[in-house]
């Protein structure tokens, strides 16, 4: 798996082991190494599995599923819409904090870096997991939504009671993988200037996903940065 496979933590890597072997991962390592040797590629390699490192797959209680990482510099540090301290937030991450102040009454933080969220379970899963400088989308349909899918499958599958948060229409796509039976499924437009105000503020997906978790005798995630 060469320059691809950084430290991903020991559950994942495990439950994810045939994923890894599968032919598309080859193709999709291969990929990358030719990315790397012609583009600047964020995150950088040691950050690409970051949401897993963060957030062992025994310890997911929330996921929340963003597309693409960012492609400025500085940004993109593998936790979907966060952005490291002292990074200026990007406007869907705006709109993000702006809707936890409003549902929760957290006041609006200083930083965008969501890390406190993903140490406490909160899985933050781009469906594509690297992006070339500043070319949104560019290692779309390279196979890291191939591999994302199996992701969800197997949380959907080896887990219950979890709350899937679902912004947009190309997360919202992803519910056909998820056992609503099983998982609290939340679902809205996405928190981008362009869709925001179509029904993503005022969702109150924070505090239903925090009084879903108490209900099934979990602890709460504190939204707080």
Known sequence: MGQINPRIDA???????NEFQKPYFEVLRNFLVDEKKQYQVYPPGPRIFEAFNRTPFSRVKVVLLGQDPYHGPGQ????????????????????????????????????????????????????????????????????????????????????????FMLW???????????????HCILEAPHPSPLSVYRGFFGCRHFSSANQWLTNAGLSPVDWRL
């Not at 559950?11 to 082991?17: M, Q």
């Not at 690297?130 to 887990?159: C, M, P, Y």
């Open 168 to 182: 947009g229409n190309y997360a919202r796509n992803k519910r056909t993988i998820i056992d609503g039976t099983k």
């Open 76 to 163: 993109a540090h593998g936790l979907c819409f966060s952005v490291p301290e002292g990074v200026a937030f990007p406007p869907s991450l705006q709109n993000i904090l702006k809707e936890i102040e409003s549902d929760l009454g957290i006041p609006y933080p200083v930083s965008g870096d969501l890390t406190s969220w993903a140490d406490q379970g909160v899985l933050l899963l781009n469906a594509t997991l690297t992006v070339r400088a500043n070319q949104a989308g560019s290692h779309q349909g390279h196979g890291w939504e191939q591999f994302t899918d199996a992701v969800i499958g197997h949380l959907s599958e080896k887990r219950t009671g979890l709350v």
């Open 11 to 17: 559950e994942w890597k495990e439950i994810l082991a």
